[in-house]
């Protein structure tokens, strides 16, 4: 072996290091970009970017938030000085009893709990659009364009209607017992992926719910899943792309699973 060869040999090694570096760094790291409601389709007011927004009204905040009077809590949750009206739907949600779920061992909330009504608040189709609890002091129905009948979600893929049944499951709790049941499917053969949180830091959150799995809530103060643990509603930088993704977009979603999803062979980071 020419011994002279090695460092070369190893400045490539570190030269492909840095490379695959660089190539891995935008799919690891947070998003990058600033909150900045107002270039997104949760820009409701007349200044949106969308096809759906206010005649008139020119703020952006008030479709889904108010300083005053605001509904505080979701069955005990508290939520962010919350002003959209909320939906009184009742859901279909996955079911373990169905095939399509049969690896499912969590049983989802019924109906959805936490942040997962606030979106479901215009996200069913069942609230209008405009409807929020205060403005200028009482409930009023802020007059919109671009919406369905009866100013509701239009319909399409962003109108999920009452049957969550194809959707991922929200308002579950993630606990340590879930993990080693998840981890003992492994073992079985049963699923390919095990469970992980997603560690401090990651832009994928666990958010509050009254969820349990095995009567143990979710880890420490937590919580699960719920609509907001993979979608920010404040930040969609590149609108039909992004789609409010905390971390990837619609054409890349491996960054997103990965985070909670591990090759049941691999280790949680
Ligand atoms: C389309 C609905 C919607 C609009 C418009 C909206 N928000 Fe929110 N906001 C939410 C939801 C849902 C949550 C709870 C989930 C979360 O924290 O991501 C939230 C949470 C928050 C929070 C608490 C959590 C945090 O990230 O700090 C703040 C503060 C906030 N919003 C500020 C604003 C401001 C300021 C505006 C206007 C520029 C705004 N929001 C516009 C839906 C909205
Ligand atoms: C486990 C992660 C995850 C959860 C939880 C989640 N979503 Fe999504 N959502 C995605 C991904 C990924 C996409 C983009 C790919 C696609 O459209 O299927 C998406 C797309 C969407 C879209 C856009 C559909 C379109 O094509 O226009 C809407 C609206 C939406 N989600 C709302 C919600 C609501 C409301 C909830 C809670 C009831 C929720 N999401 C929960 C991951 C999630
Ligand atoms: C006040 C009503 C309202 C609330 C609350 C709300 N949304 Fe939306 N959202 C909309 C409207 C309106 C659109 C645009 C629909 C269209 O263009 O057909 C939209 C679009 C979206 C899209 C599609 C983006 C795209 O580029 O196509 C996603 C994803 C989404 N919302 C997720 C959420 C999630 C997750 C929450 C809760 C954290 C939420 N929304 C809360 C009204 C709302
Ligand atoms: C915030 C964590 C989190 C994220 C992100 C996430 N999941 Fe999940 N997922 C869960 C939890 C928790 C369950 C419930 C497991 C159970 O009860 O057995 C689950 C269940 C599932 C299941 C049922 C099978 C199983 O192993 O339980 C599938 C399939 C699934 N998720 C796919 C996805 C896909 C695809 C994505 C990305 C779009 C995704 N998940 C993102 C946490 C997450």
Known sequence: MNRLLLPKRYLMYALLLI???LLAAPYTLPRAYATNVSATKHNLSISGPGLVKAISET???VFCHTPHNAVSDVAGINIPLWNHTLSS???TVPDKTNPQWAVLLSTPQNPPDGDSKLCLSCHDGTVAIGSVVNLGGGAITISMQG???GGLMPAG???LGTDLSGHHPVSIAVNNSLLTDKLQQCSTGVVSFQLCYPTTGQPVK???TNNTYNALPGAGNKGGVQCSSCHDPHTDPNPGTTMFLRVGDKNNTT???TTCHVDCSGTCP
């Open 255 to 257: 960054p997103l699973c």
């Open 19 to 21: 490379v695959l570096t």
């Open 59 to 61: 703020r952006i905040c």
């Open 157 to 159: 893929a962003a109108n």
């Open 147 to 149: 919406t369905g009948a």
């Open 206 to 208: 666990l958010r509050p």
């Open 89 to 91: 739907a009742v859901y």
